[in-house]
C-alpha cells in the first residue's frame, strides 16, 4: 500500500488549460503539503493543510486553488496554466503530537507538470 | 527570514570513503528541527535522519550521521563508507515548530566514483 500517492504522475498540456493533481494519504496524517520543485530542483512550499483547514498559503498566484476535502485528500487545481508551471509537485503529509508537527514528511512520488 | 544554505551544488566522494554534506541554517527560532532528504534519479524523496535544536547528541541512523553545531548554526550530514547508491540529490532541510513549515536549503547533487 502507496502510503501517500498522487495521481497523475505525469501530465503534459497546453497553455491556458486548467488541470488538478490528487493526493491521497493512509498515513492517519493530519497535516498535509504541495511543494513544487522547479528545473533546478529547489523545493519550494506552497500550501500547508492541517486537518483540512489551510495554515500555510506561500504567495501563491490565485490560479493556484487547493482543496482538501477531508484530511486524507489534498488536491491542487491550477487554472489558466503557464510556462512557468511546469515543474515536478510534491505532496507531502506529516503527523502531529500535541499540536505540533513532527516535521518529518512522507512524500508521494511526484506529479511533473509540463506545459506547451 | 528563515533559510538553508548549502554551499556545495556538486560533490564527488570515492567508494568507501566518508563524505559531509554542509548545511547552515539561519533561524531566530529556540524550536526547531533538523532534517536530510535524499532524492534519486528516479524522483522519490527519502527521509534519511532528523535532529532536535534541544537535542544534546548528534543523530544517527545507520551510515548517516549528523553534525549538528548549534552555536554556528551547522547541520552537516556525515555519510560513512559511501556506496554507488548514495548517488543522489541532498536536501537539508528545517522545520519552524511554531509555524509547521519546512523549507528546504537548494540541495547537493552527490556523486559517488567506483
Known amino acids: 500500500d502507496t502510503a501517500v500517492s498522487q495521481t497523475p504522475k505525469y501530465l503534459v498540456t497546453q497553455m491556458g488549460n486548467d488541470k488538478s493533481i490528487k493526493c491521497e494519504q493512509n498515513?492517519?496524517?493530519?497535516?498535509m503539503y504541495w511543494y513544487k520543485q522547479d528545473s533546478k530542483k529547489f523545493l519550494k512550499i506552497m500550501f500547508s493543510?492541517?486537518?483540512?483547514?489551510?495554515?500555510i498559503n506561500e504567495t501563491v498566484p490565485n490560479r493556484f486553488s487547493p482543496k482538501s476535502p477531508d484530511k486524507a485528500h489534498l488536491n491542487l487545481h491550477i487554472n489558466s496554466l503557464e510556462l512557468g508551471d511546469s515543474a515536478v509537485y510534491f505532496c507531502?503529509?506529516?503527523?502531529?503530537?500535541?499540536?505540533?508537527?513532527?516535521?518529518?514528511?512522507?512524500f508521494g512520488e511526484g506529479s511533473r507538470l509540463t506545459v506547451l | 527570514a528563515q533559510k538553508i544554505t548549502q554551499t556545495q551544488p556538486g560533490m564527488f566522494v570515492q567508494e568507501k570513503e566518508a563524505v559531509t554534506l554542509d548545511c547552515t541554517y539561519d533561524?531566530?527560532?529556540?524550536?526547531?528541527?533538523l532534517f536530510w532528504y535524499k532524492q534519486p534519479s528516479s524522483g522519490e524523496m527519502i527521509f534519511l535522519i532528523y535532529?532536535?535544536?534541544?537535542?544534546?547528541q548528534n543523530a544517527t541512523e545507520g551510515r548517516y550521521s549528523l553534525n549538528f553545531q548549534k552555536a554556528r548554526k551547522s547541520a552537516n550530514l556525515v555519510i560513512s563508507a559511501s556506496q554507488l547508491g548514495d548517488s543522489a540529490m541532498y536536501f537539508c532541510?528545517?522545520?519552524?515548530?511554531?509555524?509547521?513549515?519546512?523549507?528546504f536549503g537548494p540541495g547537493t547533487s552527490l556523486s559517488v566514483i567506483p
Open positions: 507531502a503529509s506529516s503527523q502531529r503530537y500535541g499540536g505540533i508537527s513532527t516535521g518529518e514528511l512522507f
Open positions: 498515513l492517519g496524517h493530519d497535516t
Open positions: 493543510y492541517n486537518n483540512k483547514e489551510l495554515i
Open positions: 533561524t531566530s527560532d529556540p524550536s526547531y528541527g
Open positions: 535532529q532536535g535544536s534541544y537535542d544534546q
Open positions: 532541510a528545517m522545520l519552524k515548530t511554531s509555524y509547521d513549515k519546512v523549507i
